[in-house]
């Protein structure tokens, strides 16, 4: 018996070198969001073996490198140089190093923006004239037959988060090249602040490489599922918010009494604080007007940083109850887009691995078992619950065993023919009849009994078998061969055992009887 598992992972991959444009079962997969078909064993096992060597690193590498470069340039700006001058040679020979590879890594960034653009647009324009072709060959399908699809290429078109990061980019080096040439102070003031801006982009940006690991994925993924609750709840907080802010202008803004209610700007942040507990100048408002103060400040606490804020948490909680629920499957889907965006929009470096590892290597790819298998325990509680119903049903068998066991009667002994010599008369043929008669009673009673019961026994082994074969979709095939041949045997066999016993005894003490 080997203890090893067979992946034909070649199967599902095409050729190297195929010139036909069938998407792959992984890209149909992704494509479609079937967390279902993620999750089986063969395409877990090819998704790691991509992942493992290449995926995992030519993305996030590149990215590491460009946001290190940017924010050392950031850095470097925002030094101050006594003699007025952006850059001193030589001793700032390695800043423009910097600036260079900076800058070629933004090239790089956004010809593989560019290109996913372009592979989608061409991947839309296949689709359509699919579509069509598949419209003219079936006259009653008069639209496409999946429309998700056009929605799905369409948004990839737009990387919002991308583009507004390249922008950010080219503007501030364009203001710094302005600073260069015309060495002005407002213009390195804007850079700086531009500067400081594009720093947070960056460094966020890279949260979009880092969620296809399955450690830090589902939290990722969380941050862009809330943002509909954030929509929702700066609405709710606007409605608070906004007549808030007008009634604190009317009573205590625009005096010298409140400094920090003294303009809109500072009377709007003020409101924010006070939403978050902070501090803020209660003592003056209640000298300009302490019942004012009270009402509008006790108010508003309770309505913004009592209610509001807690039902954000609560909607966050939920969302994130959501996305955690599934979230191996979620992980293992964006390590499945990340592979096909270096297989499609990066095929130069592609010479970085081996492109025919999987036919070469992994057809089949041979495995030791894993015996380390973690068992969920909700299904562990319901396989617990079903084990409890199989004894209690096994119970009764035995329960039933025990009462036809008085049915059979005494066989005569030696003293019993004293008995009758010495006057006793034997059990008439009425009596025998009578009792004969009440036996068959007992025995069609306890055959519905039993049928019953193995009735019971039938819905509760299929019962098992479900829960068995439920567990095995997100768990080592190996161990639903195990638990489904144990679990079945031990079962079927002691079942077998008590019906063929309690038969057994049910007849044999019917015959005794009518001997």
Request: glycine share 4%; hydrophobic share 45%; net charge neutral.
């Amino acid at each position: 018996m080997t203890r090893q598992q067979f992946y034909y992972l070649h199967l599902l991959e095409p050729e190297p070198h195929c010139k036909k444009k069938a998407r792959s079962p992984a890209g149909v997969i992704v494509r479609q969001g079937k967390l279902d078909l993620i999750m089986h064993p063969v395409v877990l096992k090819l998704i790691t073996v991509k992942w493992d060597l290449y995926a995992a690193w030519i993305l996030l590498v590149l990215n590491f490198l460009f946001i290190l470069a940017w924010t050392t340039v950031a850095i470097s700006v925002s030094v101050v140089r006594d003699k007025g001058r952006p850059y001193v040679f030589p001793e700032d020979w390695w800043r423009v190093l910097v600036v260079v590879l900076a800058l070629l890594l933004t090239a790089q960034e956004v010809f593989r923006e560019v290109r996913e653009v372009q592979v989608s647009r061409r991947k839309l324009r296949r689709w359509q004239s699919w579509s069509i072709k598949r419209i003219n060959e079936d006259l009653a399908c008069t639209h496409p037959m999946w429309p998700e699809e056009r929605h799905y290429l369409e948004e990839q078109i737009r990387n919002i988060f991308d583009w507004l990061v390249y922008v950010l980019l080219i503007a501030v080096l364009s203001l710094h090249l302005a600073d260069i040439f015309l060495v002005s102070g407002s213009l390195r003031v804007y850079s700086l602040r531009v500067f400081a801006v594009v720093v947070i982009f960056l460094w966020l940006r890279l949260m979009k490489h880092v969620r296809a690991f399955r450690v830090m994925g589902p939290f990722i993924v969380m941050l862009g599922k809330i943002v509909g609750d954030v929509l929702r709840f700066l609405f709710l907080y606007a409605e608070i918010y906004i007549p808030y802010a007008c009634a604190f202008w009317i009573i205590f803004g625009g005096t010298a009494a409140v400094p920090s209610m003294q303009t809109v700007p500072k009377l709007l942040y003020s409101l924010y604080r006070i939403t978050l507990v902070d501090e803020y100048e209660f003592d003056a408002m209640v000298a300009v007007d302490s019942i004012m103060a009270h009402l509008l400040c006790g108010t508003f606490l309770a309505l913004s940083a009592v209610l509001c804020v807690n039902l954000m948490i609560a909607l966050l909680s939920d969302t994130f109850q959501r996305v955690y629920d599934n979230a191996l499957a979620n992980a293992v889907m964006q390590q499945a887009a990340i592979i096909l965006q270096v297989e499609e929009a990066m095929p130069r470096l592609r010479r970085f691995y081996d492109n025919h590892y999987i036919h070469e290597h992994c057809a089949p790819l041979g495995e030791y078992y894993d015996d380390d298998v973690t068992t969920d325990r909700y299904q562990y509680a319901e396989m617990k619950k079903i084990t409890s119903q199989i004894k209690d049903t096994l119970d009764e068998f035995l329960e039933i065993q025990r009462e036809s066991e008085p049915c059979a009667p005494k066989q005569p002994h030696d003293g019993d023919d004293d008995d009758m010599g010495s006057g006793l008369r034997r059990p008439s043929s009425v009596e025998k009849g009578g009792s004969l008669k009440s036996l068959h009673l007992i025995q069609r009673q306890q055959s519905m009994e039993i049928s019953a019961l193995r009735a019971d026994v039938r819905e509760l082994q299929t019962l098992l078998l479900q829960l068995i074969h439920s567990q095995t979709t997100y768990e080592d095939p190996r161990k639903k061969l195990y638990s489904r041949q144990s679990e079945d045997a031990q079962v079927e066999a002691e079942n077998r055992r008590k019906e063929s016993q309690i038969e057994t005894d049910i007849r044999g003490c019917g015959k005794r009887f009518r001997e």
